[in-house]
């Protein structure tokens, strides 16, 4: 799964609507021959797995760039969510899977990958959608995979745990291990899968550590450690911005070390421009300095704020939805309770209900009161036989049925048992007057 590797990558057609869709396809995917034939055309690159046509599948740096016009239009604008609050949150997001990655131990790489990662998915899909805590998640646990240095779903959930407390200012307790958990659990690996469906399994992160090194080599200043330190911060705080998805890493660590010499006042050629050397543009350069400067001078918000202006464009969209449908008349208050909503309206309560059935009790007595004159005819059409014997016996049974019955008082509580114990002593009475008789 890491950085464009393996056999299976390279006969897989990549599809879906992320930024590494339909770019990441190498050739034709499958096709059809002539007219009337339905044979395959084979394009270039294409491989034939049984009957069918697979195209070969190119993963470059190139397929992750986004076009200006994804960038300018995102999901989460279309969902209503104004600019300034999707750039918050993608900071926000950022700086989380930063703090989680440093309490994991995890390798800068690691975290660098998490980030752009989290970046990709987003212009694909919306703030309002998806919970930016849950995909920060994923997106930490992927990138420990895909750097080979894996964390279990446990640790990172009880990481992102403390963080949130830690927020907040409440004392961390740890995490209890209930349902609750379980669901969370599930919905990050769920996260996850999503991910990977939308940047179509294109994973590869080229990160401009070692070329901000290696530029420093060529231009004689990597003995400068504060130099090569502080391109390396840059670097790192640029990853909090969306350049990694807009520019090349070449051009991303010519602006670190740009931003960095400017800092502190370290000349470097410029007749002609050193990064000319390198494929960079000083325009590009401008705007990634830009980027970054702008990190430094944003407001520190609150979490709570932006996840509530989110769940207000969440019953937004919901309550247009349920309008659409006809569940909710044009005009009526939103929904602010949506479980308490029914599109079916109740006529009569439970208990208007209730006392309309009627009651079981006049049945029941009916039938016990049936049962007792057919077990009086019974006995009375057929004589007895030793009568003494007869009805000694009758009144044994019928007493240890009375012990049986009063030893368990919820039997005799029953209707039917208490009908049954009845039916005993009217066939015993009826026993000894015979009995007399004769």
């Known amino acids: 799964m890491a950085a464009g590797s393996g056999s299976a990558a390279a006969v897989v057609a990549v599809g879906g609507s992320g930024p590494a869709g339909p770019q990441a396809a190498g050739?034709?995917?499958?096709?059809?021959?002539?007219?009337?034939?339905?044979?395959?055309?084979?394009?270039?690159?294409?491989?034939?797995?049984?009957?069918?046509?697979?195209?070969?599948?190119?993963?470059?740096?190139?397929?992750?760039?986004?076009?200006?016009?994804?960038?300018?239009?995102?999901?989460?604008?279309?969902?209503?969510?104004?600019?300034?609050?999707?750039?918050?949150?993608?900071?926000?997001?950022?700086?989380?899977?930063?703090?989680?990655?440093?309490?994991?131990?995890?390798?800068?790489?690691?975290?660098?990958?998490?980030?752009v990662l989290f970046q990709r998915f987003f212009y694909t899909k919306s703030f309002v959608k998806h919970s930016m805590e849950h995909v920060s998640m994923a997106c930490v646990h992927l990138a420990s995979k895909i750097e080979e240095a894996p964390r279990r779903i446990r640790d990172v959930i009880n990481v992102f745990h403390r963080l949130r407390h830690l927020r907040e200012k409440k004392k961390p307790v740890p995490l209890i291990l209930d349902q609750e958990y379980v669901n969370l659990k599930n919905q990050i690996i769920k996260a996850e899968r999503r991910v990977l469906k939308e940047l179509g399994f294109c994973v590869h992160v080229k990160h401009p550590h070692k070329i901000i090194v290696m530029y420093l080599q060529v231009l004689e200043c990597e003995r400068n450690q504060h130099l090569v330190q502080t391109s390396w911060n840059y670097m790192n705080d640029s990853l909090r911005t969306d350049v990694f998805v807009r520019f090349q890493p070449e051009?991303?660590?010519?602006?670190?070390?740009?931003?960095?010499?400017?800092?502190?006042?370290?000349?470097?050629?410029?007749?002609?421009?050193?990064?000319?050397?390198?494929?960079?543009?000083?325009?590009?350069?401008?705007?990634?300095?830009?980027?970054?400067l702008q990190l430094y001078t944003r407001k520190k918000v609150d979490l709570s704020d932006l996840e509530s202006k989110v769940e207000k464009k969440k019953l937004a969209i919901e309550e247009a939805k349920a309008q659409a449908k006809g569940l909710v008349p044009e005009g009526a208050p939103s929904l602010d309770n949506t479980s308490g909503f029914s599109p079916i309206p109740k006529n009569e309560s439970p208990k208007e209900v209730k006392g309309n059935k009627p009651s079981p009790l006049p049945v029941q007595a009916m039938k016990n009161a049936k049962r007792k004159t057919e077990g009086a005819k019974r006995m009375s059409s057929n004589s007895p036989v030793n009568g003494v014997q007869k009805g000694r016996e009758s009144r044994s049974r019928s007493g240890s049925r009375d012990q049986s019955y009063s030893r368990s008082p919820s039997r005799s509580a029953s209707p039917k048992h208490r009908s049954r114990e009845l039916q005993c002593l009217t066939l015993s009475y009826l026993c000894q007057i015979d009995w007399k008789e004769s």
């Open 27 to 115: 050739a034709l995917a499958a096709g059809s021959g002539p007219a009337g034939s339905g044979a395959p055309v084979a394009g270039p690159g294409a491989v034939l797995i049984g009957d069918r046509l697979y195209s070969g599948v190119l993963i470059t740096l190139e397929n992750c760039l986004l076009p200006e016009h994804t960038l300018r239009f995102t999901p989460s604008m279309s969902s209503g969510l104004d600019p300034d609050t999707e750039t918050e949150l993608r900071v926000t997001g950022c700086e989380l899977i930063q703090a989680a990655g440093i309490l994991l131990r995890l390798p800068q790489v690691a975290m660098a990958t998490g980030q």
């Open 251 to 292: 051009s991303i660590a010519c602006a670190c070390i740009y931003l960095a010499a400017r800092t502190l006042e370290i000349p470097l050629p410029n007749r002609p421009h050193w990064f000319l050397l390198f494929g960079a543009t000083e325009e590009e350069i401008q705007e990634i300095c830009l980027k970054i």
